[in-house]
Protein backbone atom coordinates (compact mmCIF):
# COMPACT_ATOMS: atom_id res chain seq x y z
CA UNK A 1 0.00 0.00 0.00
CA UNK A 2 1.11 3.50 -0.43
CA UNK A 3 1.59 6.54 1.43
CA UNK A 4 -1.22 9.06 1.32
CA UNK A 5 0.01 12.65 2.13
CA UNK A 6 -2.92 13.98 3.97
CA UNK A 7 -1.10 17.26 4.16
CA UNK A 8 -2.68 19.00 1.13
CA UNK A 9 -5.48 17.46 0.57
CA UNK A 10 -9.49 17.36 1.90
CA UNK A 11 -9.65 13.75 2.90
CA UNK A 12 -12.82 12.08 3.06
CA UNK A 13 -14.72 9.45 4.59
CA UNK A 14 -17.58 8.24 2.79
CA UNK A 15 -19.33 11.42 1.02
CA UNK A 16 -18.48 13.57 3.97
CA UNK A 17 -15.38 15.79 3.70
CA UNK A 18 -13.37 16.19 7.06
CA UNK A 19 -10.63 17.80 8.79
CA UNK A 20 -7.23 16.73 7.97
CA UNK A 21 -6.16 16.43 11.27
CA UNK A 22 -9.45 14.66 12.21
CA UNK A 23 -9.02 12.21 9.79
CA UNK A 24 -5.19 11.75 10.71
CA UNK A 25 -5.65 10.97 13.80
CA UNK A 26 -7.80 8.36 12.88
CA UNK A 27 -5.82 6.98 10.25
CA UNK A 28 -2.92 6.57 12.70
CA UNK A 29 -4.73 4.23 14.93
CA UNK A 30 -5.47 1.93 12.58
CA UNK A 31 -2.08 2.13 11.06
CA UNK A 32 -0.93 1.17 14.27
CA UNK A 33 -3.50 -1.27 14.97
CA UNK A 34 -1.93 -2.70 11.45
CA UNK A 35 1.44 -2.16 12.18
CA UNK A 36 2.14 0.07 9.46
CA UNK A 37 4.59 3.03 10.29
CA UNK A 38 3.44 5.15 8.14
CA UNK A 39 -0.64 6.52 7.51
CA UNK A 40 -2.15 5.06 4.25
CA UNK A 41 -5.95 5.71 2.44
CA UNK A 42 -7.99 3.69 5.03
CA UNK A 43 -10.67 6.64 4.81
CA UNK A 44 -10.86 6.60 1.02
CA UNK A 45 -11.13 2.99 0.10
CA UNK A 46 -12.37 -0.04 0.76
CA UNK A 47 -9.30 -1.68 -0.43
CA UNK A 48 -7.32 -0.14 2.02
CA UNK A 49 -9.97 -0.47 4.99
CA UNK A 50 -11.45 -3.85 3.68
CA UNK A 51 -7.67 -5.62 5.79
CA UNK A 52 -8.46 -3.86 8.43
CA UNK A 53 -11.96 -5.83 8.88
CA UNK A 54 -10.36 -8.80 8.25
CA UNK A 55 -8.14 -8.50 11.10
CA UNK A 56 -10.25 -7.70 13.45
CA UNK A 57 -12.19 -10.61 12.39
CA UNK A 58 -8.71 -12.99 12.82
CA UNK A 59 -8.05 -11.10 16.15
CA UNK A 60 -11.34 -12.94 17.48
CA UNK A 61 -13.73 -11.02 17.12
CA UNK A 62 -16.74 -10.21 15.29
CA UNK A 63 -18.37 -8.03 12.19
CA UNK A 64 -21.95 -8.27 11.09
CA UNK A 65 -23.75 -5.86 9.05
CA UNK A 66 -27.58 -6.44 9.20
CA UNK A 67 -30.15 -4.19 7.23
CA UNK A 68 -28.45 -0.72 7.50
CA UNK A 69 -26.36 -1.25 10.74
CA UNK A 70 -22.69 -2.21 11.13
CA UNK A 71 -21.81 -3.72 14.27
CA UNK A 72 -17.96 -5.36 15.67
CA UNK A 73 -19.12 -8.00 18.52
CA UNK A 74 -17.30 -9.75 21.09
CA UNK A 75 -18.82 -12.87 20.80
CA UNK A 76 -20.41 -14.76 17.07
CA UNK A 77 -23.84 -14.64 18.06
CA UNK A 78 -23.87 -11.27 18.05
CA UNK A 79 -24.05 -10.21 21.40
CA UNK A 80 -21.37 -8.44 23.30
CA UNK A 81 -21.48 -5.54 21.13
CA UNK A 82 -18.45 -3.12 21.22
CA UNK A 83 -18.97 -0.93 18.02
CA UNK A 84 -21.79 0.25 16.51
CA UNK A 85 -22.89 2.32 13.16
CA UNK A 86 -26.13 2.65 11.46
CA UNK A 87 -26.63 4.53 7.68
CA UNK A 88 -29.41 5.26 5.34
CA UNK A 89 -28.10 5.19 2.37
CA UNK A 90 -25.87 2.97 0.60
CA UNK A 91 -23.01 5.53 -0.42
CA UNK A 92 -23.02 5.95 3.37
CA UNK A 93 -21.76 2.42 4.34
CA UNK A 94 -18.34 3.08 3.96
CA UNK A 95 -18.17 5.63 6.29
CA UNK A 96 -20.30 3.78 8.50
CA UNK A 97 -17.69 0.93 8.53
CA UNK A 98 -14.95 3.40 8.71
CA UNK A 99 -16.56 5.05 11.66
CA UNK A 100 -17.07 1.47 13.93
CA UNK A 101 -13.77 0.17 12.64
CA UNK A 102 -12.68 3.88 14.72
CA UNK A 103 -14.59 3.34 17.47
CA UNK A 104 -13.72 0.12 17.99
CA UNK A 105 -10.24 0.47 17.97
CA UNK A 106 -10.12 3.37 20.52
CA UNK A 107 -12.45 1.12 22.70
CA UNK A 108 -9.86 -2.25 21.90
CA UNK A 109 -6.87 -1.20 21.25
CA UNK A 110 -5.89 2.57 22.26
CA UNK A 111 -2.51 4.33 20.60
CA UNK A 112 -0.98 5.11 24.15
Known amino acids: MENVDLKNENPTCGNT ?8 EE ?3 IAHYMGEGAIGGYHQSWDW ?3 VVIKINANGFHFFWEDYIVRICRWSDGSGSISKESFLKSEDAFKSVY ?3 VDFLKECYPVE
Not at 17 to 24: I, K
Open 99 to 101: KCV
Open 49 to 51: LMP
Open 17 to 24: VLPAVFCR
Open 27 to 29: EEL
